[in-house]
């Protein structure tokens, strides 16, 4: 029984080890924005097709330099307290696959804390997004939403196909 429930943990911690983990070696780069089949985000095709004014697109344009800037600055400095919380994280969940008896209440807590770093993430990620919707107009922002919704379409066709094979 020890083997069983070994698995059953290892099946369940170890997509969000992997999860977490991927998510605080997430840097970006090309094509960041977009889903794991290419068009489900945001990206600038989408800001294209709002038919912004110059002066909302300098905007854009300075929103994404000062937080480019920023991640810049945040990664040089915290890059190894980051990369040493990584470390304990994956450390603790070690002990616990392998230990010899399973303990629910720490497999419990450190779930909690891998779920609370992705909601910390996702916050600071959403609130990002609504600095940067917040400069469309009333129009643009119901032509977004539009627009979002053929993208979910897409994206979901896509998903389906791929998981019909």
């Given at each position: ?27 970006g ?5 977009k ?13 294209r ?34 990369q ?10 070690n ?24 909601t910390?993430?996702?916050v ?23 627009l979002?919704?053929e993208r ?14």
């Amino acid at each position: 029984m020890k083997n069983a429930k070994k698995l059953v943990l290892a099946a369940v911690v170890l997509p969000l080890t992997l999860a977490t983990t991927s998510a605080f070696a997430f840097g970006g780069g090309k094509g960041h924005d977009k889903g794991p089949h290419g068009e489900c985000g945001m990206d600038r095709g989408m800001w294209r097709q709002l038919d912004l004014t110059d002066a909302q697109k300098t905007q854009l344009k300075e929103m994404r330099e000062s937080g480019k800037e920023q991640m810049r600055e945040k990664h040089k400095e915290q890059f190894a307290a980051h990369q040493a919380e990584r470390q304990a994280m994956q450390d603790q969940v070690n002990q616990l696959v392998l230990a010899d008896t399973f303990d629910q209440a720490s497999a419990n807590e450190l779930a909690k804390q891998m779920v609370e770093k992705q909601t910390e993430r996702k916050v600071k990620m959403l609130e990002k997004q609504h600095q940067m919707l917040s400069i469309l107009t009333p129009e643009q922002k119901e032509q977004y939403v539009e627009l979002k919704k053929e993208r979910m379409t897409k994206c979901q066709d896509k998903m389906q196909k791929h998981f019909s094979k």
